[in-house]
Nanobody, 125 residues
Framework: QVQLVQSGGGLVQSGESLRLSCELSGRTLEGYSIGWFRQAPGKEREGVSCLSRDDNRPYIDESVKDRITGSRNNAKNTMYLQMDNLKTEDTGVYYC??????????????????WGQGTQVTVSP
């Protein structure tokens, strides 16, 4: 059974940092592209940072550049989202995903094979 289990969300103040983790079980992370997405209240889910299975350079959405970046540790079968200098507009539910395809950005939602359960991140002023 394939599972992505997320951890690390919570309530923080503007300017603080959080690191989200997402552990894959039932598959080997190597060979999968990984993605982090978020869904703000009343908005569609959007890609934040993604890494192709064949490239260690993360794609990062312009809206979070220099503050948020995704990474992976294949040995631990775990992916991470480091979020620094958080802003109130970063509030939302964050999801991790893996897909068996190469990607140069965050591929469309329907392409991704497996999703995490989502974790709430709330940034207060």
């Amino acid at each position: 059974q394939v599972q992505l289990v997320q951890s690390g969300g919570g309530l923080v103040q503007s300017g603080e940092s959080l690191r989200l983790s997402c552990e894959l079980s039932g598959r080997t992370l190597e060979g999968y592209s990984i993605g982090w997405f978020r869904q703000a209240p009343g908005k569609e889910r959007e890609g934040v940072s993604c890494l192709s299975r064949d490239d260690n350079r993360p794609y990062i959405d312009e809206s979070v550049k220099d503050r948020i970046t995704g990474s992976r540790n294949n040995a631990k079968n775990t992916m991470y989202l480091q979020m620094d200098n958080l802003k109130t507009e970063d509030t939302g539910v964050y999801y991790c995903a893996v897909g068996k395809f190469p990607t140069r950005n965050c591929a469309p939602l329907g392409w991704w094979n497996f999703w995490g359960q989502g974790t709430q991140v709330t940034v207060s002023p």
